[in-house]
């Protein structure tokens, strides 16, 4: 993957830009936008393979393969056999960039749940947002200051519903969640993704983009005791796994995300297994954004 330059921070110009965030941000109140914008992103995802009008949708939305836009999946249920020795875990990491930000907020409802109206996950299980730029959803009402030890148990009833853990950096999204020009480097996205209602996940099915969710060095792999029950298949939200000659087969771009392993719990027929270690950090995969938290 090409390195990108360093994100470079927009001028602040008598505070209009911020006081344009101060309308759009969903609050307590209001979110006509952010449900608006989240609509909108996945409409126009399958006329992004359309030539220059597909480049034009990217840069607008600002997830072009040069912008910063990014994700990274991190896996909550992992087979520690399955492990590089030594090499953190995913959940490990998650939990330190919790327990060493600045300041942590949970947002009381899913933006992606609570849109498409999920009616198979909990909606009450909201993002955590991490660092400075976090004080914009608790100064509007949908998210509330976290204890490290508040963020842990959230990320804990998260694996135990087998839901799929990301780290998200979305520029866009300075708009849905008011965050201000000059905290834009300071907040970082933790979610915790369902199959039938992620944002990310049906952006990434239907956009002419490399992938919004990168893998942190874990993708899934199948058994020979694979009876081709076709369990993982729906289960997959990016449309990755198909019917094989003796086995199902995983494409090569699996991100690792694990929502297949619980699907196939009855056969055990799958497993994460990783490939490469992870980085001690999780603000290290986000290439050319000084992140502090």
Excluded at 80 to 85: E, F, G, K, P
Aim: aromatic share 8%.
């Amino acid at each position: 993957m090409e390195k990108k330059l360093p994100f470079t921070p927009r001028k602040n110009i008598l505070g209009i830009n911020n006081w344009i965030k101060s309308k759009t941000a969903k609050t307590s109140k209001a979110q006509n936008f952010g449900r608006m914008f989240f609509k909108t992103i996945l409409f126009a995802a399958p006329y992004t393979k359309v030539p220059l009008l597909g480049d034009a949708i990217l840069k607008v939305a600002r997830m072009s393969e040069k912008d910063h836009t990014a994700g990274y999946t991190l896996p909550l249920n992992v087979d520690l056999s399955n492990r590089i020795d030594q090499s953190t875990l995913p959940i490990d990491l998650m939990k330190k960039v919790v327990k060493e930000s600045s300041y942590c907020a949970i947002i009381k409802t899913c933006m992606c749940r609570e849109t498409f109206t999920c009616k198979d996950y909990p909606r009450d299980l909201g993002c955590l947002f991490i660092g400075r730029g976090a004080h914009s959803v608790v100064d509007n009402g949908i998210a509330n200051v976290a204890t490290v030890e508040e963020c842990y148990a959230h990320i804990d009833r998260a694996a135990a519903l087998g839901l799929a853990g990301k780290a998200f950096w979305v520029e866009a999204e300075e708009y849905v969640w008011g965050v201000k020009d000059e905290d834009i480097q300071n907040f970082l996205e933790i979610c915790f993704c369902c199959p039938c209602c992620c944002a990310a996940f049906n952006f990434d099915r239907n956009a002419n983009r490399t992938s919004l969710t990168l893998p942190t060095g874990w993708v899934a792999e199948v058994e020979e005791t694979c009876v081709k029950c076709g369990a993982c298949i729906k289960a997959c939200p990016s449309n990755l796994i198909s019917i094989g000659t003796s086995t199902i087969v995983i494409d090569e771009k699996c991100s690792g995300c694990g929502l297949c392993i619980g699907a196939c719990s009855k056969q055990k027929a799958l497993k994460l297994v990783q490939k490469e270690a992870m980085k001690e950090d999780v603000k290290e995969y986000f290439d050319g954004l000084n992140l502090i938290l």
